[in-house]
């Protein structure tokens, strides 16, 4: 089997051809940068993700994390990788230099994260996770906290994570009850209990720093009553060392795939002696980890699209060298069998998984884009990102995930028996690809999200602002003749969105909000689709706009690859949309109405 688990020729024509990222490091926030010193990340990223990380990417999943005398032993490479990531600047690098980074944009530093993943999702949350919560304390917490704990962090030698979901309080984060006590040392004394929470100890880091979510004692009720905390499972004591902070693990989980990476269960306060420190203003916890969260969940779909590339390309080696069969039209079985690549079904499938991860990678970087503009704009355009990124996060999130599993359960048809069975790559990539329409928001969350807040806030400007980058898109495209019948595809679904999403809205005033979001989820996938023609008539476009007389042979069949699979989900998978929006578009709300009790024998 090829080990080749990501395109670098596509990532590098979306970075510099789509999205033209040497514009954006002409602004004076990123002038550190240019197209040779991102050429040279890139590929420094792929050689860590080719040498570190992919070698281990079956071993960590063989060899699962165990809980042994308090502490999760996990692979022996878990501290190499951290090490390796802090020593290297990885953690740090789209940090501002103020706190100890190289203000890398924020695209090519997820263009980074995406080989890592594909390389090995569960050796690349570790650093991930410390990066996520380093940047909550740069943004929040005071100097105390930040000269006590992000340089260790950022190093890799301390691990960081985010701590929200209890066993009473999934989703529902104003149910939560741990419980910080005020004290009049400097600090609170934390009680409750923690579930899920990735990387939440292992044996690769000297220490692990928790982002926490708890109700000070008294504190309102609700969300509104939540502060956040930082709470080292290690405290610092007066002479720099290290003594226990009551931060006890009661178990891990077993999970169907992600093993390489621990989710434990804590247990913080068991004997009142669990030293938390407040991050930021009171009760003002919940708004803070948003920003993790929103940070997070763009990395689940990138973490999702990365499974879906590695699935793809295994496939894609598997389909050029496996023999069977030979053409429909050829009866004669003393010819040579054919590779099934040649198989139109196989191409099928094949064009589906490439569509699906080179459009969420796509979307992904689009998303990252928008964060860099935020940077560098003046507060008007500013806002137009801001609320363009908060619109398509949840988009973001799930497209990948959820398709992911479609994408990775067809690398597995591709395979045949063989994909099925340990001996190939696809069976891990179907399980680890398993847990992100559920990790960070559910799929239902995130719709719910999508239509209940993100498309009607401030009077539907973000969806407005939307539909407007799309419509600009599409006077692009329509001065290239080729691209006309993509252009009037993708307008006529524009319409379909604005007519369906207007139905709902109306319906939302009438009926009320149980009736309006039944059937978000749906929504969320219609909207998913439409985004991703989106992104991939972005692309032709940008083909159009780049093409070259006398390319090699190579070039040549990557653009006649990237035309083919545009065409292919303009065929195949923008049509989808008509049957979703007559169901949206239907008014018997079936899943409201349905009696719990009729699901019984």
Not at 32 to 49: F, M, P, Q, T
Not at 87 to 111: C, H, K, R, T
Not at 379 to 398: F, G, I, W
Request: glycine share 8%.
């Amino acid at each position: 089997m090829a080990d080749k688990f990501i395109s670098m020729r596509n990532l590098k024509f979306l970075l510099y051809d789509v999205f033209e990222i040497e514009e954006l490091t002409r602004a004076s926030y990123f002038n550190e940068h240019n197209r040779k010193s991102c050429d040279l990340i890139l590929d420094a990223a792929l050689k860590l993700g080719t040498k570190l990380l992919h070698p281990v990417f079956e071993e960590m999943d063989r060899i699962p994390p165990e809980l042994k005398d308090g502490t999760v032993k996990v692979h022996p490479k878990v501290g190499t990788i951290l090490k390796e990531f802090g020593e290297n600047g990885w953690i740090s690098a789209s940090f501002p230099y103020e706190g100890g980074g190289d203000q890398l944009p924020m695209i090519v530093y997820n263009a980074c994260n995406m080989i890592f993943s594909a390389s090995n999702y569960s050796g690349s949350i570790y650093a991930g996770l410390s990066a996520g919560s380093v940047n909550l304390i740069l943004s929040f917490g005071n100097q105390d906290l930040k000269t006590a704990f992000t340089e260790k962090m950022i190093s890799g030698k301390w691990q960081g994570t985010m701590a929200l979901t209890e066993p009473h309080a999934g989703s529902s984060l104003a149910d939560i009850t741990t419980t910080a006590f005020p004290t009049d040392a400097g600090h609170y004394l934390l009680q409750g209990q923690k579930i899920f929470i990735s990387a939440g100890d292992h044996s690769g880091a000297e220490n692990v720093v928790h982002l926490v979510l708890a109700k000070i004692e008294g504190a309102p009720k609700g969300s509104k009553g939540i502060s956040l905390f930082v709470v080292p499972k290690r405290r610092i004591k007066a002479n720099g060392s290290l003594e226990p902070n009551d931060v006890v693990v009661t178990q891990i989980f077993h999970k169907l795939g992600y093993r390489g990476a621990p989710i434990t269960e804590l247990s913080f306060g068991e004997k009142k002696d669990c030293h938390a420190y407040l991050v930021g203003e009171l009760h003002k916890g919940l708004s803070y980890m948003f920003q993790m969260m929103n940070e997070a969940r763009i990395g689940v779909g990138l973490g999702a699209a990365s499974i879906a590339s590695a699935a793809y390309y295994a496939a894609l080696d598997y389909a050029q060298n496996r023999l069977q069969g030979r053409k429909l039209d050829n009866k004669d079985p003393q010819t040579p069998q054919i590779p099934i690549i040649e198989h139109p079904d196989v191409k099928r499938m094949l064009l589906f998984q490439r569509s699906v991860v080179e459009g969420a990678i796509s979307l992904l970087l689009q998303c990252s884009r928008y964060e860099d503009m935020q940077k560098i704009s003046d507060e008007k355009d500013k806002e137009r990102y801001h609320l363009l990124l908060d619109l398509l996060t949840p988009v973001a999130k799930t497209f990948p995930s959820e398709m992911g599993i479609l994408s990775t359960s067809m690398a597995i048809q591709c395979f045949g028996g063989y994909g099925y069975c340990e001996d190939f790559p696809v069976e891990q990539h179907f399980r680890d690809m398993r847990i992100h329409p559920i990790h960070e928001g559910t799929t239902g969350i995130q719709a719910m999200d999508l239509l209940g807040r993100k498309v009607i806030m401030k009077n539907g400007k973000a969806f407005f602002l939307y539909l407007e980058e799309i419509r600009n898109l599409i006077k692009q495209a329509a001065l290239f003749p080729a691209l006309q019948p993509l252009c009037d595809c993708l307008e006529n679904a524009l319409k379909t969105l604005e007519q369906v999403t207007g139905h709902l809205t109306a319906l939302a005033m009438e009926k009320g909000a149980e009736i309006f979001l039944a059937d978000a989820a749906l929504y969320l996938e219609m909207f998913g689709i439409i985004t991703i023609s989106w992104q991939w008539l972005l692309q032709a476009v940008a083909i159009q706009q780049n093409s070259r007389e006398n390319t090699s042979r190579a070039e040549s069949q990557f653009i006649e690859g990237k035309l083919f699979t545009c065409r292919y989900y303009f065929a195949y998978e923008l049509p989808k949309i008509e049957a979703l929006a007559k169901r949206l578009m239907d008014n018997d709300p079936m899943t409201v109405s349905m009696d719990s009790l009729f699901f019984e024998d």
